[in-house]
Each structure stands twice: as structure tokens, then as C-alpha cells.
Nanobody, 124 residues
Framework: QVQLVESGGGLVQAGGSLRLSCAAS????????MGWFRQSPGKEREFVAQ????????YYADSVKGRFTISRDNAKNTVYLQMNSLKPEDTAVYYC?????????????????WGQGTQVTVSS
């Protein structure tokens, strides 16, 4: 069992930055690859980024590549999503999740434990 709690969301103007955090408890966090997803009203949950258990490998959706950075601190049982150059289309509820080691990494069905989400709103 893993518990995930996201934080750091909020309201920001276009071009601004936010850093999301996902604090984990339960199973050994350092052995888990983690992902970030987002969901806007009326849309399916969308893959954003994934990071390997060690932090040595990362993967991004094309829509955020070059603007978002995923990282982790295993000593703090926390994964981060640094979001720069935010756009109104980045507005969504952002979720972190644990990867089930199934492909593709972009499919939400391949993640099992989820947090409650944190709202990010980007104004134009």
C-alpha cells in the first residue's frame, strides 16, 4: 500500500512557474518509478512525465518537454514537477502515481496508486 499526497498547485499567470510536490508513504519509495498526469474537465487523464526509481531516467509528453522537469528526492520520499513557462492549456488537476512496470508508461492504466490531485490554474 502506498499513500500519495500532492501539493503546490495554485493560480498563476501565463509565463509563470509552479513546483508541485508528491509526498509518498507506505512501501519503499526508492524502489518505485513515479509518474505525473493531469486532467482537465471533460478530457481524459493525460500523461505528463515519468521518472525512474533512481531518478536517472525521465520521460516527458511532447506538450511539456522543455518546460517541465520531473525530479525526486528519495531521502524525503518526494517527487517533484517543476513547471515553467506555463500556458493556459496547462490548467488541470495534476496527479502523481506509482508505475506498475507495464508499458507504455504513458497509459494511466499502468499506474496503480494515485494521489488526490492538486489544481493548477493558469490565467491568460
Amino acid at each position: 500500500q502506498v499513500q500519495l499526497v500532492e501539493s503546490g498547485g495554485g493560480l498563476v499567470q501565463a509565463g509563470g512557474s509552479l513546483r508541485l510536490s508528491c509526498a509518498a508513504s507506505g512501501r519503499t519509495f526508492g524502489s518505485l518509478s513515479m509518474g505525473w498526469f493531469r486532467q482537465s474537465p471533460g478530457k481524459e487523464r493525460e500523461f505528463v512525465a515519468q521518472i525512474s526509481w533512481s531518478g536517472s531516467s525521465t520521460y516527458y509528453a511532447d506538450s511539456v518537454k522543455g518546460r517541465f522537469t520531473i525530479s525526486r528526492d528519495n531521502a524525503k520520499n518526494t517527487v517533484y514537477l517543476q513547471m515553467n513557462s506555463l500556458k493556459p492549456e496547462d490548467t488541470a488537476v495534476y496527479y502523481c502515481a506509482t508505475w506498475r512496470m507495464r508499458l507504455p508508461v504513458t497509459a494511466s492504466d499502468n499506474y496503480d496508486y494515485w494521489g488526490q490531485g492538486t489544481q493548477v490554474t493558469v490565467s491568460s
